[in-house]
T-cell receptor
Framework: RKEVEQDPGPFNVPEGATVAFNCTYS??????FFWYRQDCRKEPKLLMS???SGNEDGRFTAQLNRASQYISLLIRDSKLSDSATYLC????????????FGSGTQLTVLP | DAGVIQSPRHEVTEMGQEVTLRCKPI?????LFWYRQTMMRGLELLIY????????DSGMPEDRFSAKMPNASFSTLKIQPSEPRDSAVYFC?????????????FGEGSRLTVL
């Protein structure tokens, strides 16, 4: 079983739709959680951290469920520019040097 | 400010040839990582350095792969001899210790094709 698992998609949604991605992790000792975004043929970039109480950044909401060991990302009012691959990232020690990346979920927002 | 700089951006080579990928981390960052990304396996950590010292190379696929960091501003990843299955995008990333934000700064990657 992979340490971090994501539905690869692709998710094709119309502009303005709400879309949610889930990610599961296998190591119950995992401490920190993040979502990265990777545009086609570009490098990954940090989108947002995921806090235990859940957190929001504009149209993006991240949730953490430690009991079930999953993380979610909700995108509201999706824009064409949201089209990208979203990578779920987990650390085992709370340190960036122990980051484990999921394989990513591909999102295409259609006009 | 300059980000992580990688070269070459693209390389096409023939099986058996030596490949050297280069990376300049962000100034002041004391951790440097080499990742490989393929469609099949996603983003895999190959090796990382702290203060120029290799800390964990358990992700290096085999002896054909080697990495060095002779100083704080330069690292290389070498594949000798290269094989078609090494075709991938190789990313270098850096971070400053003490910043536990989870934000790794990636270079634009080196896209390697081995024929």
């Amino acid at each position: 079983r992979k340490e971090v698992e994501q539905d690869p998609g692709p998710f094709n949604v119309p502009e303005g739709a709400t879309v949610a991605f889930n990610c599961t992790y296998s190591n119950s000792a995992s401490q920190s959680f993040f979502w990265y975004r990777q545009d086609c043929r570009k490098e990954p970039k940090l989108l947002m951290s995921v806090y235990s109480s859940g957190n929001e950044d504009g149209r993006f909401t991240a949730q953490l469920n430690r009991a079930s060991q999953y993380i979610s990302l909700l995108i509201r009012d999706s824009k064409l520019s949201d089209s990208a691959t979203y990578l779920c990232v987990v650390t085992s020690s709370g340190s960036a040097r122990q980051l484990t990346f999921g394989s990513g979920t591909q999102l295409t927002v259609l006009p | 400010d300059a980000g992580v700089i990688q070269s070459p951006r693209h390389e096409v080579t023939e099986m058996g040839q030596e490949v050297t990928l280069r990376c300049k981390p962000i100034s002041g960052h004391d951790y440097l990582f080499w990742y490989r990304q393929t469609m099949m396996r996603g983003l895999e950590l190959l090796i990382y350095f702290n203060n120029n010292v290799p800390i964990d190379d358990s992700g290096m696929p085999e002896d054909r792969f080697s990495a060095k960091m002779p100083n704080a501003s330069f690292s290389t990843l070498k594949i000798q001899p290269s094989e078609p299955r090494d075709s991938a995008v190789y990313f270098c990333a850096s971070i400053m210790s003490g910043l536990n934000t989870g934000e790794l700064f990636f270079g634009e990657g080196s896209r390697l094709t081995v024929l």
